[in-house]
């Protein structure tokens, strides 16, 4: 299978966790909502694509309707661990809107909750935008991406 361009620079733009189960963060553009942006040259000029839909569409070759919406089921706006698989962390729409409930149910065995459900839109970009960062200057160094995934960091200075 030969690999484009699109697809040869996004993958240097992800950092996968150390654990089996750990997220690949996007450590790209990332927009005003909180989630990332891939931008690619078209016939029509720069397109900005999701990266969780695009990495979706590379693992299972499947192109997604736009209706269709892919949902995190580990919480972080940055992860694109869209394999379509069993370790995936993005399901689409309907798949995912059961996941939740779900997890919704055992609520405490996701620690990432309390950081990215119920925050505004502000808060949300803002805390993406510093989890990238930190993932730009460090790689994923333990110490520092854990806590920012999760917030469990008392000496984390009070950004929001
Ligand atoms: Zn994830």
New binding site residues.
């Given amino acids: 299978m030969s690999v484009s361009p699109d697809e040869a620079r996004f993958w240097p733009k992800i950092i996968k966790g150390p654990r089996t189960n750990?997220?690949?963060?996007w450590t790209g553009a990332v927009g005003d909502d909180g989630y990332g942006r891939y931008w690619i040259k078209t016939a029509g000029g720069q397109q900005a694509l999701r990266p969780q839909r695009f990495a979706y569409l590379l693992l299972t070759g499947e192109q997604l309707p736009a209706e269709i919406k892919l949902m995190?089921?580990?919480?972080?706006p940055l992860?694109v661990?869209a394999t379509g698989g069993k370790d995936s962390?993005?399901y689409p729409g309907t798949q995912a809107d059961n996941l939740r409930d779900r997890s919704h149910k055992r609520r405490h065995a996701n620690a990432h909750t309390w950081r990215w459900r119920g925050t505004g839109r502000a808060n949300f970009a803002a805390q993406s935008r510093q989890l990238r960062d930190a993932l730009k200057e460090h790689g994923w160094d333990e110490s520092v991406i854990r806590p920012l995934m999760s917030g469990h960091d008392p000496n984390a200075p009070t950004l929001f």
Avoid: E, F, K
């Avoid at 750990?22 to 963060?25: G, H, N, Q, R």
């Fill in positions: 750990d997220c690949w963060l995190h089921s580990c919480d972080i992860c661990r962390h993005l």
